[in-house]
């Protein structure tokens, strides 16, 4: 969408060029990406608010039809809510494809609508298309194989929860988890914690990725103070908090901690809610933590009963776990008792049920139809509940920023109550992007969920490939060849850049630098064309694969290479002499939106924003993947936590980029790029031709899909944002059994309260633009 | 200042009646020709959404008719003052050459008395957009990078 705007694309040929900052001014309509049930309301009213005549585009096949997301949350097609014009295939679709799509409709003006007509008062002639709106299960089918198939389940259903009455993984052998040795240091703290908390704590004995523990409900907030205050080393950030809803586990023997002396211990204070011996938890916490010094992580679980349980909040421990408690409220109706704004985040805040549970419905096929009429009546939450008014003096001006604005990049929505131009307060509302991946993630086999993770980020491509892959590989213990690790991190690292370059232009553009963006967009065009000659797609190429990469480099990709690195560090200085030192930039982004390195550290900021504030911490380097120790390169920070702080390490990173291209590009080794152990990887097709076993793992892995062995494991990836990481828990099927993306731009983007306040309007715009978050990753 | 010694400046006064009745006639004319074209070729679809004000797609909360903050009428009162004095350094521009060494006096004392205004405001603060909020103090200079050895 942004490129057709930029040189070689250049939307402007074909009449159309400016964008309108509000639908009062505007003609056309061009809904670009998934139409969400939280957005929908605000589509329905921008188009309302477009004076006649007007047009729309739905554009990408999200848009279209609900595209690969026939889930909950996603409304199955734009023409459900306003007539669409013209409807724009591909996801995502091409810059040209846009331009296709206007001149379409240009023509489609001309040769059939004479909208002029009606303004000269002559009979005939449209403005837009006449066709109604579509009534999802009325007037269109919300069979997404198309009508006449109802009384065939959809496939999968049999094996997908909370059923899995047919699954065959069964039948398959794999061998166990891969398992892990613990450091010294964890062991030791084991035993602290053992002497501590006696039978409350009990480790678990074998781990695929780290230290894991479980706890009993009633001395969790207890472990987990010791563990940020007291312990050695301290755990001082909370990496990421969710739930497991364990009702469809197949094996539910009960686990020995929750029994026996546990239990008595429990009922003997008095605060037992557990009085079965031996039980199997319904729901489970899981907490992550990570220590900065000597890096590391730990996981603790603490098993919930009940239909409805409630436990404690732990906001009081770390204000960061806010939005993480209200997402678990939500998402599994887990309640957390003394938390200040137990609310929904990220559905709307009418939304009924708990998406996350295993008996609530994944697909929107199978909720009720959502029409025009649902999207007038469930209107987003007023802004004034949101922010607090000034008691006694006078009122503040409540405005809503977002979610259609220019300026967010992206939709969401910013709550500030004015006082004249200061920010008096400040709250956000999200999920107006929530494609419910963690959901699909439980019901697409563990080959067919690596499209979804494209999405996530959609300017971090591949990386977000690496980021799942990497806790499936652990998981399953899979080893990946060196030439595979090489290409995997060398495609990183040109997704890293193509989001610095984007961003680059957008923060500039942001504080009112317009050219950047030319700029940056040509460079990028070009590194498109790389990963395009490389994997064949632009955004989301889904090139990455268990075990490897889906093919080989192709001919002719190092000198393409090489040209881009050459090409680009030459140009970087060109964006540097326009910006760095510019009088406006810096008086604009110097002092903005300061954030402490502790509040950073201690809200999970990741990524350059943390790096901002001071802190060398990148896991490219404290947890090395992927073969990155193989690499010379630095990690750029700055000091300060300001907007310009954070301009500055974003750019020296695309210069240790670059860095890594080169070396990965020169020091390429040769060799296979999929693991030849074929159990879990999708055989390369040459020894399908050649072996019986390769032949029936292809056809094995490419129909059901391999079956991981039961287990669970964490690991983050440093993408461009920040840290990603995935908690990936099998049950010992063909698909994962908990999928959660520990996403940075949520952690992120829970903190800029803390910058924006008491700033003026104007500055968080440069804020917005400084923190470098994006939708889909914030909202999954 | 002295009066203005030169009536010609200004163009003399020639009435002319018909001129001005077909001026007249011309502008009504055209006035309910446009006014006319308009409410004729403007299509009106009204509807709730459209009279409502657009606030990035969301129903507004709340009024937006209420005292301002002072900052805002401070500005406009600054503004006011100098403007009007600037049309007194205008007034004497036009003249400079036939007012003389006095009249250049005269307006070098008035500049300097604005002069002084200025820096009085400027040092109160009154320049100053929001003086109560003013961003945390600038950080130090963020030259911490490592040399780009890219």
């Known amino acids: 969408m942004a490129a057709v705007f930029t040189p070689r694309f250049d939307l402007a040929r074909f009449g159309a060029e400016v964008l309108r900052g509000s639908p009062r001014q505007a003609d056309l309509l061009i809904v670009a990406g998934t139409v969400f049930k939280k957005v929908a309301p605000v589509i329905l009213r921008l188009y309302e608010q477009m004076a006649e005549p007007k047009w729309v585009i739905s554009m990408g096949s999200c848009c279209n039809s609900g595209g690969m997301y026939d889930v909950y949350s996603v409304v199955q097609g734009l023409n459900q809510i306003i007539p669409v014009d013209v409807h724009v295939t591909g996801c995502p679709p091409r810059p040209e494809a846009l331009e296709h799509a206007l001149t379409i409709l240009q023509k489609k003006i001309l040769s059939e609508e004479k909208p002029a007509r009606s303004i000269l008062h002559l009979q005939g002639g449209t403005q837009g298309t006449t066709k109604p709106v579509l009534v999802d299960g009325e007037s269109k089918s919300r069979d997404t194989r198309g009508p006449g198939m109802e009384g065939i389940p959809i496939r999968g259903t049999s094996v997908t929860p909370p059923l899995f009455w047919d699954s065959r993984s069964d039948l398959m052998w794999t061998p166990p988890p891969h398992r892990i040795e613990l450091r010294e240091g964890d062991k ?157 985040l990220i559905l709307p805040h009418d939304w009924e049920g708990y998406p996350l549970r295993k008996s609530y419905p994944g697909r929107a096929t199978e909720m009720a139809p959502y029409t025009r009429a649902s999207a007038v009546e469930h209107q987003p939450l007023d802004a004034g509940a949101f922010v607090k008014q000034r008691e006694g003096g006078q009122d503040l001006l409540v405005l809503n920023m977002g979610p259609q604005h220019v300026g967010t990049h992206g939709v969401m929505r910013f709550i500030v109550a004015l006082d004249g131009e200061k920010i008096a307060d400040i709250n956000l509302d999200i999920g107006y992007h929530h494609r419910g991946v963690e959901k699909i993630g439980e019901r697409q086999s563990w080959h067919q969920f690596i499209p979804y993770t494209d999405r996530v980020d959609y300017m971090g491509g591949v990386a977000n490939n690496l980021s799942y892959l990497q806790s499936v590989e652990t998981l399953a213990g899979i080893e990946v060849p060196m030439r595979a690790q090489f290409v995997r991190v060398m495609l990183s690292e ?168 080169e070396q990965a590009a020169s020091q390429m080794p040769g060799g296979r790029v999929i693991t030849d152990d074929y159990r879990y990887a999708v055989p390369d097709k040459k020894d399908t031709l050649k072996d019986i076993e390769s032949l029936i793992h292809h056809f094995i892995n490419v129909t059901r899909g ?4 039961r287990g669970e494991a964490y690991t983050a990836t440093e993408i461009s944002r920040g840290e990603q990481g995935y908690y990936v828990v099998s049950d010992g099927l063909n698909m994962a059994y908990r999928m959660r993306i520990r996403a940075p731009g949520f952690a992120n983007v829970q903190v800029m309260p803390l910058m924006a306040k008491d700033g003026l309007l104007s500055d968080l715009l440069a804020i917005i633009g400084s923190i470098d978050y994006i939708l889909p990753d914030i909202d999954r | 200042m002295e009066p203005m010694p030169n009536i010609n400046v200004l163009s003399p006064w020639q009435p002319g009646v018909l001129a001005l009745g077909i001026f007249a006639v011309m502008s009504l004319v055209l006035i309910v020709a446009f006014l006319f074209l308009a409410s004729w070729l403007g299509e009106k679809k009204p509807n709730l959404e459209k009279l409502r004000p657009y606030e990035c797609g969301i129903i507004p909360t709340g009024t937006a008719r209420f005292p301002y903050p002072v900052a805002f009428y401070l500005t406009a009162a600054f503004f006011l003052i100098f403007d009007v004095e600037a049309a007194f350094i205008f007034s004497w521009a036009i003249a400079f050459d036939r007012l003389g060494w006095p009249g250049w006096l005269q307006i070098s004392f008035f500049i300097a008395i604005l002069m002084i205004s200025l820096f009085y405001l400027w040092k109160k603060g009154g320049l100053e957009w929001d003086p109560t909020a003013r961003r945390s103090p600038v950080s130090p200079e963020t030259s911490s990078l490592p040399s780009s050895t890219g």
């Open chain 1, 188 to 344: 030791s703290l084991a035993q602290v914690l053992k002497e501590k908390f006696g039978d409350a704590i009990r480790q678990t004995p074998e781990t695929s990725d780290m230290p894991t523990y479980h706890v009993a409900e009633f001395r969790f907030k207890e472990v987990l103070k010791f563990l940020k205050t007291e312990a050695s080393p301290k755990y001082p950030r909370l990496d990421d908090l969710t739930a497991i809803d364990e009702s469809a586990r197949r094996d539910r023997k009960p686990i020995p901690n929750y029994d026996g002396t546990v239990a008595n211990e429990i009922s003997q204070n008095g605060e037992s809610h557990r009085p079965d011996k031996g039980i199997y938890p319904d729901y489970t916490l899981v907490y992550h933590l990570l220590s900065f010094d000597p890096p590391g992580r730990l996981r603790l679980k603490v098993g919930l009963t009940g239909k409805d349980p409630a436990t404690r909040t732990i906001t009081d421990l770390w204000p960061s776990a806010s939005w993480y408690e209200r997402e678990t409220y939500e998402m599994f109706g887990i309640r957390f008792e003394g938390h200040p704004d137990l609310r929904r």
């Open chain 1, 706 to 709: 391999p079956k991981i062995p």
């Open chain 1, 494 to 661: 040109f997704f890293r850049i193509n989001n610095h370059l984007v961003w680059f232009g957008t923060c500039c553009h942001d504080v009112g630098a317009m050219t950047p963006t030319f700029y940056t967009f040509r460079e990028r065009e070009q590194l498109m064309d790389i990963v395009e000659l490389i994997t064949g797609g632009r955004l989301h190429p889904s090139w990455f694969r268990i075990g490897g990469l889906a093919m080989d480099l192709p001919e002719g990709w190092k000198e393409a290479v090489d040209a881009f690195v050459k090409v680009l560090r030459e140009r970087i200085r060109d964006y540097e002499a326009l910006i760095t030192k510019n009088p406006i930039f810096k008086a604009r982004t110097r002092g903005v939106g300061v954030l402490s390195l502790k509040d950073a550290m201690e809200w999970g900021v990741t990524g350059p924003n943390l790096r901002a504030c001071g802190l060398e911490w990148d896991v490219r380097k404290k947890f090395p993947y992927s073969g990155y120790e193989n690499f010379n390169f630095e990690i750029p920070t700055a000091t300060g936590g300001d907007c310009y702080a954070r301009y500055l390490v974003r750019v020296e990173e695309i210069r240790q980029s670059l860095r890594i291209i």
